[in-house]
């Protein structure tokens, strides 16, 4: 008999994506009738639990319940979930995900045929809306130069990562590493597959396994993000340390360097020479690459939207990282 699967999916007003979510999620080749769908709600204030309780009212052959997260914290929301969890497998998903119809099974298959004990697959990025910097950001998400070695948001082959996107495992698994931690409010997937890592056990990325991700809409909304990423990979460095990967340092030290440069430079030409260079061969750096991508596939405004959008997730990253070691609080 299949695995039974319970799917953990955190939300907090997500009206806009949530039914695509669903619909995918019923149309997946894994029996409905081995599936619990747990859609863990921060108090939506929008039209996310009418959409979700239309839903369930049509889909009747599918296990669909409403779980209150009133910490409305994506942690909080995961381990809601996992405690009336009831599948030997646990699937978490995100509701700006669409997962591929084979999703489920590929990833059970995966788990019970114990590839790792976290097992995820692979992003394929698209745009939050039907805008040029909507299709930049997109672009950007999924760029070497905005993933860095996130193999997850590249084209990967099946390997042993350091973690992966959402994830599924055995049930059993919280039993041995805990649950996430909820004073993590961003990483904490990372910070749940260190522990998973550190007890032995195997990360595994299964590029077979495939969603679509929903990138921001706009530049406020991606610079948000990437600001509540870095403050937090702080947090989490401060417990794993050893986690550090070249890809996370790379924009606080190249934000706090043109910092110091530019404090220099108040005193010193071969400071002010420094920065100036070093602005400029960033700007290159980032304008070849949008040149390039532009003429791949023929949309001018690239030449501008990839270089703002990278530029904005590095120095959003960087700053909300640098704000963190320095003690400042989180932004709410």
Sequence with gaps: MQATVSIVIPCFNEEGTIRK??????????????????????????????????????????????????????????????????????VRLDAHCVPYPDYIERAVTAVMSDKGENVGG???????????????????????????????????EAAAVDTVPFG?????????????????????????????????????????????????????????QYWRYGFWKWRMLRRHPRTIRLRQALPPLFAGGLVVLAVLSLWSQAARLALLGGIAVYMAVLGLAGLLLAFRARKAYLIVG?????????????????WSVLGGRPRP
Aim: neutral net charge; contains cysteine; proline residues 5%.
């Design 21 to 90: 979510l669903l619909d995918a999620l019923y149309a997946q080749t894994y029996p409905r009738d081995r599936m619990q769908l747990l859609i863990c709600d921060g108090m939506s204030t929008d039209g996310t639990r009418e959409a979700v309780r239309a839903f369930r009212s049509q889909a009747t052959d599918l296990s669909v319940q409403i779980i209150e997260n009133p910490k409305r914290t994506i942690p909080a929301a995961l381990n809601a979930g996992i405690r009336v969890a009831t599948g030997d497998v646990v």
């Design 168 to 224: 599924s495992f055995r049930r059993q698994l919280v039993e041995r590493v805990g649950l996430f931690d909820e004073s993590l409010l961003s990483n904490e997937d990372y910070e749940f597959n260190a522990r998973i890592r550190q007890a032995g056990g195997t990360v595994w990325l299964d590029p077979q396994i495939r969603s679509v991700y929903f990138a921001r809409s706009n530049l406020r909304d991606l610079a948000r």
């Design 306 to 322: 990839l270089p703002a959008c990278i530029a904005v997730m590095h120095f959003a990253w960087a700053g909300g990282f640098l």
């Design 122 to 156: 692979v992003w394929e990025i698209r745009p939050g809306a039907t805008t040029p910097i909507a299709e930049a950001i997109a672009a950007a998400a999924g760029h070497p130069l905005g993933a860095g070695d996130a193999l997850y948001r590249l084209r990967p």
